[in-house]
């Protein structure tokens, strides 16, 4: 059975159909990533299987649970992590605190208890900043571990994202442009630590403009055009399909 | 960081609270000690709401005003033990925000200050008009507090019973902010979306945090009933609220040593100007504006950035 | 019992204006700047208080309104100037608890100026009611509703059909673009002030004669113009009209037939309830977020 699959997908905003009758399916640990010319609904797919938004139409399921319009605080129960296009980082906090963050379900989070600072919260808080610190430094932002985030730099935000999500231990990882805005050579490293973490059994969803990235690291891929599925397959045969590259025309794929 | 050196603070403010009756000359000053405690008290609650969550509540005067007056009536017309009263006053306030908050915390900025405003308007306005019950706008006596066969009564008793509540607060506030609770209520306010994919239920952490607030804000409220042994209905006025919304604006948003001197400054201004009839309003508002254009963050964020102290760190 | 109804709507519809003329403020100032500006009240008080002491001093009815509704317009002026202005690009709270502190200091000062006492001064054409259906209806009243029609009615001019006007909405909508065609953005936040104050200042300087007033008033009706702007919808400017007749006609219908000692409560009770049910008002949009 598919890790995740999603069947007959809509999304509607008054008259405008964002995202229309879309099924596929990600077997556990791929990477498999969302492709398509602007506005071709991939921000608005990651949303709906999130839970960020609710469908209008359609189902999906995680391990074979209907998960549709569950809310996205339950999700991360589950197993599910993402990033965000724009970026969602918490600018009033340093960016170790950040990355605690994401382990949050793990830990113990009565607020008597955390009051009266009972022992248990304490010890567990410290050896999660340990943690935390490992995921900073695999993410390689280790010298910004105590820095406010407020004052790092844009591609080091970037990769804060891919730690804060990492530090939840998801089953499934959705991780919307990491590479937006990225020079080269810092889309090379994200390339990278796309696969280092797709090594570690985290099956990854990936949405991607930058083109050579995605055909390098996916495994399958999925094309959307105007919120519609295009089509579906490994790198090989996406490249070679036509109605792809008619989607694509003037582009570089 | 080792045990002993996060507790520094506790022990300095435990230090500042056992000698500042060696200067305080006379009960006058006593009493003015006692309003900064009982104020720092219910900032502490009112800046995890505002400062650390990011929530703006107009009324929370009103919950200071069910308390008082829960320590009012129950006692002297329903035969209550006075703490009993107290804790009824705190668990009314408690069920009051409780029920509210949930369709409150979906609305966000100028609703959710509309909808919190509205609130603590509806609470004065019933105080005022059962009459039966309240005294009306006229207000009512209060009966003192007794425990256990003792009475709590005068100044300096009252103010080593403010200082260790005090006390208590800031610790368990300091502690609240260093814990995962606490980092999820600081980052539902950087980013709801981020933080709710991350697994935080982010209304019920807000509703939470409203709920703890109005708590010991009804607490404060009976401390003060009893404390000055009358309330009247100015307790749980829209001014008052916005008397506490300023300790914790001027202290410093999400600062727990700013939520103190916040309230200290802001106690002490109406004595000082009490000599300017009428200028306290005027002196109330200045700062407000002032603060917010030239200090947004409040005075020791400001002030820690100043230093070079890094901000984050120096809670 | 109809002619009783028939008096609740009167005064209803009557202070209602008042609030529709606080919404309307409200509105105006929040299209262009995005601030709900909670020292709108105070400019109904200023009007208010301010053609009692210029009539007092006497002066006669014209001039002692003109100024009464013009130094509110400084006022608003000199408000954005000094204080929203240098946090623009504030978050939403701090900008609220300006507004707060604005409205403090204009209370404060005109309690030092002119006391804590209420004021009145004589109807604009005598106090003789007008008997309709049973009921009765202030000749005051009467100014109120069509001062206030005509105030609505210039408004709809200005901004449909003048290109002062239009230059505002541009802004509302999208401050940048317009900038970028050449609109004075800065221009506009002034004007959108002044306007908005002299709004508050005219409804408080026609509802005094019915209501009194005092230096205290403000916060009450300015909440209450902000309770119907949110009953229709914030932003909307036909909301803004029907929120303020709304909220005035229930108020007095409440107060009449349920409670008078809690007329002032009720329409906080409508807003919760309102809030609780239908969050974007009654005209409001539905509007999804982006991530």
Redesign the interface.
């Known amino acids: 059975m598919a890790l995740l699959e999603v069947d007959n997908l809509s999304k509607s905003?008054?008259g405008v159909t964002a995202v229309q009758n879309v099924s596929f399916a990600v077997d556990r640990g791929l990477v498999y990533s969302v492709i398509g010319p602007n506005g071709a609904g991939k921000?608005t797919l990651f949303?709906l299987i999130t839970g960020?938004?609710t469908p209008t139409e359609g189902d999906i399921r995680l391990d074979g649970q209907s998960i549709a319009g569950v809310e996205p605080h339950a999700l991360a129960l589950k197993g599910m992590a993402r990033t965000?296009q724009?970026l969602?980082i918490c600018m009033n906090m340093t960016a170790l605190e950040n990355v605690m963050v994401g382990a949050h379900l793990q830990l113990d989070r009565n607020l008597i208890k955390a009051m009266l600072r009972f022992p248990g919260i304490a010890r567990r808080d410290s050896e999660l900043k340990d943690q935390a610190h490992e995921l900073m430094r695999f993410v390689g932002l280790e010298r910004y571990w105590n820095l406010g985030a407020s004052s790092m730099p844009y591609g080091a935000l970037k990769r804060l994202e891919i730690a804060r999500a990492l530090a939840a231990k998801p089953q499934i990882l959705f991780l919307d442009e990491p590479a937006a805005g990225l020079n080269s050579m810092e889309t090379g490293e994200i390339d990278e630590l796309v696969r280092k973490v797709a090594g570690n059994d985290v099956t990854v969803v990936l949405v991607e403009h930058d083109m050579k990235m995605v055909m390098n690291i996916s495994d399958r891929i999925l094309v959307l055009d105007y919120g519609k599925k295009l089509t579906e397959g490994t790198a090989k045969e996406v490249r070679e399909n036509p109605d792809v590259i008619a989607a694509y025309l003037g582009s570089n794929v | 960081m080792s045990v002993l050196k996060r507790q520094y603070p506790l022990m300095i403010l435990a230090g500042v609270l056992l000698l500042l009756p060696l200067v305080l000359p006379n009960n006058y000053y006593y009493d003015i000690a006692i309003r900064m405690a009982i104020n720092a008290i219910i900032v502490l609650g009112l800046n995890l709401l505002?400062g650390f969550a990011?929530q703006?509540s107009?009324g929370h005067a009103g919950f200071v005003g069910v308390g008082a007056y829960a320590s009012a009536i129950l006692p002297s017309q329903f035969g209550w033990h006075p703490l009993l009263a107290m804790g009824a006053g705190a668990a009314i306030a408690s069920t009051i925000a409780a029920i509210?908050a949930r369709?409150?915390f979906?609305?966000?900025?100028?609703?959710l200050?509309?909808?919190t405003?509205?609130?603590g308007?509806?609470i004065a306005?019933?105080i005022k008009?059962e009459a039966a019950y309240t005294g009306g706008p006229d207000g009512m006596p209060v009966a003192p507090l007794g425990l256990m066969g003792f009475e709590i009564s005068g100044e300096k008793q009252w103010y080593w019973v403010l200082a260790a509540i005090l006390l208590f607060s800031f610790w368990a506030a300091r502690n609240l902010i260093d814990s995962p609770f606490g980092r999820a209520l600081r980052a539902l306010h950087g980013s709801e979306?981020a933080s709710q994919v991350m697994g935080v239920d982010v209304v019920r952490y807000k509703v939470t945090i409203f709920v703890l607030s109005a708590f010991f804000a009804s607490l404060m409220g009976s401390v003060t009933a009893h404390y000055i042994g009358f309330v009247t209905p100015n307790i749980a006025d829209?001014f008052h609220s916005?008397e506490l919304?300023t300790m914790v604006?001027v202290g410093g948003m999400a600062s727990i040593y700013g939520s103190l001197i916040g309230a200290v400054l802001l106690t002490a201004l109406p004595q000082a100007l009490s000599t300017f009839?009428?200028?306290?309003?005027?002196?109330?508002?200045?700062?407000?504006?002032l603060c917010?254009?030239f200090m947004?963050k409040g005075l020791v964020p400001t002030l820690a950035a100043r230093f070079g102290r890094n901000g984050q760190e120096d809670r | 019992m109809f002619s009783q109804f028939l008096q609740f709507l009167f005064s209803g519809i009557t202070v209602g204006a008042t609030y529709a003329l606080a919404a309307l403020g409200f509105t105006l100032i929040y299209n262009a700047s995005n601030v709900?500006n909670f020292a709108q009240g105070e400019f109904i008080m200023l009007g208010g208080m301010l053609a009692f002491y210029f009539m007092q001093s006497g002066l006669s009815l014209p001039l002692a309104l003109l100024l009464a509704i013009a130094i509110p317009a400084v006022v608003g002026v000199l408000f954005e100037k000094l204080?929203i202005e240098?946090?623009r690009d504030?978050?939403?709270?701090?900008?609220?608890?300006?507004t707060?502190?604005?409205?403090?200091?204009?209370?404060?000062?005109i309690?030092?100026w002119l006391g804590k006492g209420a004021h009145s001064y004589p109807a604009f054409s005598g106090s003789e009611p007008i008997q309709i259906g049973g009921a009765t209806l202030l000749p005051q009243s009467l100014w109120v509703l069509g001062i206030t029609a005509l105030v609505v009615v210039a408004l709809w001019y200005f901004f449909s059909r003048t290109l002062a006007g239009k230059a505002i909405l541009a802004t509302s909508c999208n401050p940048l673009a317009a900038q970028l065609v050449g609109i004075n953005t800065q221009w506009v936040l002034l004007v959108s002030f002044a306007l908005s104050a002299a709004l508050g200042a005219i409804g408080g300087v026609l509802l005094t004669p019915i209501t009194l007033t005092s230096y205290d008033v403000g916060?009450m009706l300015g909440?209450k113009g902000?309770?119907a702007v949110?009953v229709g919808g914030?932003g909307s400017g036909l909301g803004a009209v029907v929120g303020g007749l709304l909220v005035g006609i229930i108020e007095a219908m409440a107060a009449g037939y349920i409670s008078s000692?809690?007329k002032?409560?009720i329409p906080?009770?409508l807003?919760?309830f309102i809030?609780?049910f239908m969050?974007r008002g009654i005209f409001g949009a539905?509007v999804?977020e982006r991530?």
């Open positions: 905003f008054g921000t949303n960020v938004y965000f724009n969602q | 505002i990011g703006i107009l509210v369709p409150i979906r609305l966000k900025g100028h609703y200050a509309m909808a405003l509205g609130l308007i509806i306005i019933v008009n979306v829209f916005i919304m604006v009839e009428g200028w306290e309003t005027v002196a109330f508002g200045s700062i407000l504006i917010m254009i947004p | 709900i204080a240098p946090a504030a978050e939403v709270v701090t900008l609220i608890i300006i707060i502190g604005a409205s403090l200091v204009i209370r404060g000062l309690q030092i916060i909440l902000f309770v949110v914030l000692a809690y002032d409560a906080f009770i807003i919760l809030l609780f969050p539905q999804t991530v």
